[in-house]
């Protein structure tokens, strides 16, 4: 169930005729809500976050990134900071319990994995009285109206708001930053998203805007991001979001994922494209890329190539675990 302010929210439509249209109904509901109207802008409002790991002054803070289709559910005990970024057409979602502070955030890319994605999500973050806090966060749409963006994050956002409605847990709504209010246009009238990405502080459970650089995706970067488009060919990842991180010992645990034959000859095909072509082909919003994006694709792209075979990446179908150093950085184990 979702509350707002305190207050168990419900909309005026009593004669909702399916899932879909009911999905809709909140979520537009919750869009004009005056308490979130008003934190969507106080989060607009913010100074981005720029997160970067440097070697030579390693950071004091524990960080823990999950990409696209990942979750993370951490102890404030052990991680301080936990955020996501590269969001155009997706959702980022976090929860977070007001009592034991534990947090989970997930990087959301389609309705089919709502369902299974929440259940991973709350297995660790909700006590036994079903009392939670949730932050649904910097989800992005191509459009600001809200009749035309169902190519988009649309069918995901009205997914998300149907199904935590029809949870048993309380679910105390405090940012909605996503669609429209996370949407500015450049002059010829191409879309992008006010930001990209959010960052949690565990222990307050404050929420920011932030981005993230090459030093702060970590650890695994490059097979993280290939799980992405391989998960969707390995049926043992239908409908779920992918296992990363263990909050119990704070090591990242990358589950297995299969690559086909198929895909290889696939990425031998793009990989001739232009950078133009890829963009226009591989992203569900070219316009609102970062300026990183084509060559992240061909890094991915170059990595499969030199390894067709998924088994040599994963040895005797094993994760590939990652402990956490000293300095607040990773090392493989």
Request: aromatic share 8%; net charge negative; with cysteine.
């Amino acid at each position: 169930m979702i509350f707002v302010g305190g207050l168990p929210f419900s909309t005026n439509n009593s004669s909702w005729s399916s899932s879909s249209s009911q999905g809709s109904d909140i979520l537009v509901a919750l869009l004009e809500h005056p308490v979130l109207v008003s934190a969507s802008h106080s989060f607009k409002s913010m100074e981005e976050t720029k997160v970067s790991v440097s070697s030579e002054t390693p950071s004091p803070s524990k960080y823990v990134y999950v990409f696209q289709r990942e979750y993370a559910t951490v102890d404030p005990a052990l991680v301080d900071y936990v955020g996501t970024d590269e969001a155009t057409t997706c959702v980022g979602l976090v929860i977070r319990n007001r009592r034991n502070r534990m947090t989970s955030i997930a990087h959301m890319d389609n309705p089919e994995i709502v369902d299974i994605g929440l259940c991973q999500m709350l297995s660790l973050v909700v006590d036994h009285d079903l009392d939670a806090e949730l932050d649904h966060a910097n989800g992005t749409t191509i459009s600001e109206c809200y009749s035309d963006m169902d190519g988009y994050s649309l069918p995901l956002c009205r997914k998300l708001v149907d199904t935590l409605q029809r949870r048993q847990e309380k679910f105390h709504v405090q940012t909605l930053h996503v669609l429209g209010h996370n949407t500015k246009r450049d002059s010829q009238g191409n879309a992008y998203p006010i930001f990209h990405g959010f960052l949690v502080e565990t222990c307050t459970g404050s929420l920011s805007p932030a981005s993230f650089d090459g030093t702060s995706r970590c650890p695994d970067e490059m097979v993280r991001r290939i799980r992405v488009t391989s998960s969707y060919e390995d049926t043992s990842w239908n409908g779920k979001l992918l296992e990363t991180y263990d909050t119990q010992t704070d090591r990242f645990v990358i589950a297995p994922c299969r690559w086909t034959v198929r895909k290889l000859h696939i990425v031998m095909s793009l990989q001739q494209l232009s950078d133009e072509e890829i963009l226009r082909r591989c992203s569900t919003s070219p316009s609102a890329e970062g300026p990183d994006f084509v060559e992240n694709l061909r890094r991915q792209w170059n990595y499969l190539i030199k390894r067709p075979d998924w088994r040599e990446t994963f040895p005797w179908k094993q994760p590939r675990v990652f402990q956490r150093a000293a300095d607040g950085g990773w090392r493989r184990c």
